[in-house]
């Protein structure tokens, strides 16, 4: 089933310019009439495919409830390009970090992009850390006040995490402050120190794969599947770089004119699961948390996946450790555009199990539903 992602994720964040923004002394060079940005993000979980607003922000919810933010120290930021009005030149790319979550549940920010009093044209994506090759930015038409063309060199083909480009950009005047965002916008007049904030819209440049795991009710009344590892493959396709056009506009319409991808060889893996002790696998569909995968969408896709499963019998005895079962998505997949989803169902079914094969019993395949 094909769902779209959070209103194509078009997510509210919310960015506050502040100059004390950091606490450890791990700070950005500034200018003294200058200050940073500090992000209070909010995004629009998903919705059916095709589907769209059109009230923004009405509905979001904080940004970390629908985006999956990474486990552990993994890092996660927004590349944020400072654009100026009357400019064609290329700016460097600022960084917006993820620091997690405080006492009191509120996401925690670290910003590394200076602002100015003066006018400015924001364009940026996250998360930063997968372009592993940079990032550019070059005006639209001379001016990016018009618009401008991202490039977000060597992404991963397959990821355990999305990929997405701001899409429209407004003042606000505070934190909790109902915002009136248009997609298209990306004029943001920067403002005296601590008097800064501005809502932000995200889209989706990779789709998303959702998977779900269950076992045949009649295998499981002779044998327990416990799943260690998940990975998604992607074949053919190691690295891959997206051009973003995006063209400015007043009518509140989606600015991406134009999305390309260029292809590099080999092949990349995403861990989206690892349990050294294994999670047990129930007649039920179960996610296990939210087993999610992504991928840069393109006709030439090719993605797989590799379960790894240890095999119980009733009374909790080992008997076959490390089961590996490998599956092509490509049927199930191939079709996907940015910011749509399939959900996946995987069955562990033997072939043969009216036989009680003791092969077929204890080395299980698996069913793509």
Partial sequence: MLKRLADILSGLVLVLLMAACTSD?????????????????????SEEMDTRAAVIPEGYKPFTEVYKVPDGNAPLSFGIFMTEE??????????????????????????????????????GFLPSEAATGGATVTAYNDDFKNGAVLTIKDLPASSAYDVCV?????????????????????????????????GVLIDHLFSEIDFLFKVDAEYHALRHIKLKKLTLKSIGRDKVTATVRLVANNENTNPIDNLSWTDTGG????????????????????????LRGFSAPSASNSLGIVCEYDVYDLKGNLVRPNCKAENNLSWKVQTLKPGEKSVVTI???????????????DNPGIVLN
């Fill in 25 to 45: 002394g791990d700070t950005a060079s500034q200018d003294a009439d200058s200050d940073l940005l500090q992000l209070v993000p909010f995004m629009r979980p």
């Fill in 86 to 123: 009357g400019s064609s030149s290329p700016t460097q790319m600022g960084q917006i970090k993820y620091q997690g979550v405080d006492a009191n549940g509120k996401d925690k920010w670290r910003s590394y992009v200076e602002v100015k009093q003066k006018q400015y044209y924001v364009y």
């Fill in 166 to 198: 701001i899409t429209g950009v407004q003042d606000a005047s505070s934190a909790n402050a109902e915002i009136d965002l248009h997609l298209g916008c990306f004029a943001y007049l920067g403002k005296p120190k601590g008097q800064n904030y501005v």
């Fill in 267 to 290: 092949s990349s893996d995403a861990v989206l699961f690892e349990n050294a002790d294994g999670k047990e696998i129930t007649t039920e569909a179960s996610t296990f948390g939210e």
């Fill in 347 to 361: 069955t562990i079914r033997p072939t043969y199990l009216y036989a009680l094969s003791d092969q077929d019993l």
